[in-house]
């Protein structure tokens, strides 16, 4: 079988997978990340009232339009208001209220003269300023009015958006539910972290990387776990998972070694092959399938080329499972500050690193097996199929992860 190209290997997986549609109700609190489910709508304006935007008075902007550094007005202060306290009278004529920052402006009142401009007095005030009417004013509904969309369904929840929910006093959100991903490492050359090494042996950092990649994509990793190179215990554990994920991703046995049983493995399941290999380096021999309806992407063994399509493949089948285009691959233009001198049959990805507008390769190897020197690295140098590389200076594409 030829090697797809990546678009096509996209494509036939995206077409595998529909967007979730079962909601939950989540505390706010545990909502960064998740994608909302339903348009919100302001049950109330923001602010409810009109408010103060510094520590000044309150007056009426009729009283002080004549006021100056040379030529004060004074004027009787009533009382003084605080933050959630609401004031007991009204601004009359010649008088003014002591009011902090973020306190409901008094009735009468229409500008803030800030505490700058003033002599700061307690019984009566000296205004060395003059303000318009609603000056230094936040209007009741400034933020928003009752009944505006403030978001709408689809929006990935940060912070920011959470603190806007909060303000609403929400205290759940509804969510579309995560995708469920299952994760397994193979080979018996694999430890996992915490047990003795031996010999011949190496720690498996596939599962970790993979997992907590996933968690952070906005995935909930609902088993993970690591099998020898076993057919019938790979595919024992496969069957175990299958009908609880939406998604199975595995790492190793892919290749055309006699320990790469993964092909072995899906014929013995007797799952289906979507496809085996993508014309791109590293992780070239992805192979790809579906087992009892739920999509299996089984990656190199080798740890950049998994991190690479897991970045690749799995990350825009999760932006379809989430229906949030804010996870898709973005693709942006960038200056390289150095070279990479070696030509490819096809697409090559090399590891880097994107700041304004450039982006610099690290020293150290590129080589698929290799993970330290992708340690501080946040994109990805797409280099086209070509005997000639990458030169100094040269505009490429940059995949950012």
């Known amino acids: 079988m030829s090697s797809l190209i990546l678009k096509q290997a996209q494509e036939l997986l995206l077409e595998r997978v529909e967007r979730i549609e079962e909601t939950e109700e989540i505390a706010l609190l545990d909502g960064v990340g998740r994608v909302?489910?339903?348009?919100?709508?302001?049950?109330?304006?923001?602010?409810?009232?009109?408010?103060?935007p510094l520590d000044g008075y309150a007056v009426r902007s009729e009283d002080i339009k004549q006021a100056s550094r040379e030529c004060p007005v004074r004027l009787t202060v009533t009382e003084e208001t605080d933050a959630g306290h609401v004031s007991k009278g009204k601004v009359k004529e010649g008088?003014?209220?002591?009011?902090?920052?973020?306190?409901?402006?008094?009735?009468?009142a229409d500008c803030i003269v800030r505490q700058e401009d003033t002599d700061y007095g307690e019984e009566t005030v000296e205004i060395y300023e003059a303000v318009k009417a609603f000056e230094n004013y936040c209007f009741a509904g400034e933020d928003y009015k009752a009944g505006t969309r403030i978001m709408k369904r689809n929006l990935r929840l940060g912070p920011v958006e959470i603190g806007i929910l909060a303000s609403l006093g929400s205290e759940k959100v509804r969510v579309y539910r995560k995708p469920r991903v299952a994760v397994l490492t193979t080979g018996d050359e694999l430890v996992l972290p915490g047990r003795e090494l031996e010999e011949g042996k190496i720690y498996d950092s596939n599962l970790y990387a993979a997992v907590t990649r996933l968690k952070a994509l906005g995935a909930e990793v609902v088993r993970y776990g690591h099998t020898r190179d076993d057919t019938k215990e790979t595919a024992?554990?496969?069957?175990?998972?299958?009908?609880?994920?939406?998604?199975?991703?595995?790492?190793g046995g892919v290749s055309v070694g006699k320990k790469d049983m993964m092909h072995q493995v899906l014929e013995y399941l007797g799952g289906e092959r979507i496809f085996w290999k993508i014309a791109i380096k590293p992780g070239m021999p992805t192979l790809c399938g579906q087992y009892k309806g739920t999509l299996l992407i089984c990656l190199s063994g080798n740890p950049f080329g998994a991190a690479v399509n897991l970045e690749l493949l799995v990350r825009p089948v999760l932006s379809k499972l989430l229906g949030s285009r804010e996870l898709d691959l973005k693709r942006?233009?960038?200056?390289?500050?150095?070279?990479?001198?070696?030509?490819?049959?096809?697409?090559?990805?090399?590891?880097?690193?994107?700041?304004?507008?450039?982006?610099?390769?690290?020293?150290?190897?590129?080589a698929s097996g290799v993970l330290s020197s992708m340690c501080g690295c946040n994109c990805l140098i797409e280099i086209p199929a070509g005997p000639e590389g990458l030169e100094r200076g040269e505009t490429v594409w940059v995949i950012l992860i």
């Open 95 to 108: 008088t003014a209220v002591r009011i902090m920052t973020g306190a409901p402006i008094p009735e009468g």
């Open 332 to 366: 942006i233009p960038a200056v390289s500050e150095n070279g990479f001198p070696k030509g490819s049959r096809v697409s090559r990805y090399v590891r880097a690193y994107y700041e304004d507008g450039r982006v610099r390769i690290p020293k150290g190897s590129n």
């Open 36 to 52: 909302l489910a339903k348009d919100v709508l302001a049950g109330h304006d923001q602010p409810p009232f009109p408010r103060s």
């Open 236 to 251: 024992e554990w496969l069957k175990e998972t299958v009908g609880k994920t939406d998604l199975i991703i595995t790492t």
